[in-house]
């Protein structure tokens, strides 16, 4: 499986960056607000220094823009209305010219190639209204094919320093690509930058797979595959691509891994019998403990992030709820109970709320509520929403939808926490799961 050495090479470059203290800033984006308007900036094209850096000046400018445009939080003024230009990264900002066509934010950058073959990347942020640059100019330094890494990298500095929020562009997502007809559809786990590109696969087309999980340090994965004709938790290793059976228990079937945040446990669902019960498994060691022992069926464990909890869903009520106890196992509580049912817990890198799935009156949604229940907030409707995931901020949640009749379709989505941004992310695909922002 030669093919994943291409996404190695392009994607796990070495990048530097040199920061100071940020100087006093006034250009802020309250991204809680209800009623927030889109921030207009201004990106002219990056500097290209030298010849063979024209095209990644383009291209770099072109992929942090639409980072940016991607959250619903800004807006790009066009070229066309721009009153001057930028010509040299060290001259003077006009910012009279900036504000005349209401710029409130302006990014400035250089791109050049060294001697060695290696790229750099220069850029700066600018507060229009209150002339002052937004903290100390930053510098990345990688291989060509590492571009689009060094402009996601912009684009989380420009975000963090006007929402004070984490980035999430510098990330990746694995996932179900699914093709063919809704009765023989086949699956195959791929990995993508978290904007749909750079899309590469990790297995083959031979079995089914299901709900990939990244480890808490982006470099394996999780999944369900029925390779063996019952279904089996493999654990990947991304740089490989070599994989091994976590669980193989005859008579049992292992399934809805979520690794812990110390990246050396994995919890995950297991039925013997008619009985489905939540356990826990150090890797390392093979020592297993279950958590649950109840007659009902107890499934999708995810940890809190500081690893001290776990939530997920049980129908030991009657019907299907959340419930949240300690990772040690221990006497659940139960903290859904609004109309319907709750399924596939994920809680936040936050750690301040739980995205859920919700099905009532027929239809399914993508939710988000306090670690105690409270304050549900419902962000999506559709025939079929399912299987939430949260950006490494804990701002932003992708999900699946799927359509309705024989010829349905999966598609990913992503939401803001707040309901807004809906927006396709890739279509013909399955069961994201969201990366840490990579090292």
């Known amino acids: 499986m030669t093919y ?20 006093q800033e006034r250009l802020v984006i309250r991204i809680d607000d209800p009623n927030i308007e889109p921030l207009p900036y201004a990106i002219p094209q990056f500097i290209a220094e030298t010849a063979a850096a024209d095209q990644i000046a383009k291209d770099i400018t072109q ?29 003077p900002v006009q910012f009279a010219d900036w504000k005349a066509i209401n710029a409130q934010a302006l990014i400035t950058g250089t791109v050049t190639t060294a001697g060695d073959g290696q790229v750099v990347v220069k ?30 990298k912009v684009a989380d500095a420009v975000y963090s320093r006007i929402t004070g929020e984490g980035g999430y562009f510098d990330s990746r997502v694995v996932f179900v690509s699914e093709t063919g007809p809704k009765n023989q559809r ?32 982006g470099d394996r994965v999780l999944y369900t595959s029925y390779e063996s004709g019952f279904p089996r938790i493999n654990v ?3 740089a490989s691509v ?21 990246g050396q446990e994995v919890v995950f669902s297991l039925t013997q019998g008619s009985n489905t019960d939540i ?19 107890e499934t999708a464990p995810s940890f809190s992030p500081d690893g001290s909890q776990i939530v997920f869903e049980s129908d030991r009520s009657g019907t299907q709820q959340l419930y949240v106890m300690s990772a040690n196992g221990g006497e659940p509580v139960r903290i859904s109970f609004g109309q319907g049912r709750y399924g596939t817990p994920v809680w936040s890198p936050r750690g301040d709320l739980v995205a859920f799935t ?72 399955s069961d994201p799961s969201w990366s840490p922002l990579l090292k």
């Open 123 to 152: 850029f700066r942020l600018f507060d229009v209204f209150s002339n002052s640059e937004m903290g100390e100019g930053l510098q990345f330094v990688g291989s060509p094919n590492g571009w689009r890494r060094m402009a996601h």
């Open 358 to 429: 919700k099905q009532n009156r027929g239809r399914f949604h993508i939710g988000v509520m306090r670690i105690d229940g409270s304050d549900e907030r419902l962000l999506t409707a559709s025939f079929l929403d399912e299987g939430p995931t949260w950006a490494p901020n804990g701002r932003v949640i992708m999900f699946t939808r799927e359509t309705a009749g024989g010829e349905g379709s999966s598609t990913m989505y992503s939401v803001d926490i707040s309901g807004r941004n809906l927006k396709v992310v890739q279509n013909s695909a």
């Open 236 to 238: 990947l290793d991304i």
């Open 186 to 217: 086949q699956k195959r786990i791929g990995i993508m930058d978290y904007d749909g590109a750079n899309q590469q696969f990790l297995t083959d087309a031979s079995t089914i797979v299901l709900a990939p999980r990244f480890s808490p340090s």
């Open 63 to 91: 992929v942090v823009s639409a980072d940016l445009q991607g959250t619903g939080f800004f807006r790009e003024i066009p070229a066309s209305a721009y009153i001057s230009g930028v010509t040299s990264f060290d001259s």
């Open 279 to 297: 356990f826990k498994l150090n890797i390392n060691t093979g020592q297993r403990q279950q958590l649950t022992n109840s007659p009902a069926i």
């Open 4 to 23: 994943i050495c291409t996404l190695m090479v392009a994607c796990v470059v070495q990048l530097s960056a040199t920061t100071a203290p940020f100087a």
């Open 242 to 262: 070599n994989r091994r059976a976590l669980e193989d228990q005859p008579g049992t079937m292992s399934f809805a891994p979520r690794f812990a945040p110390n």
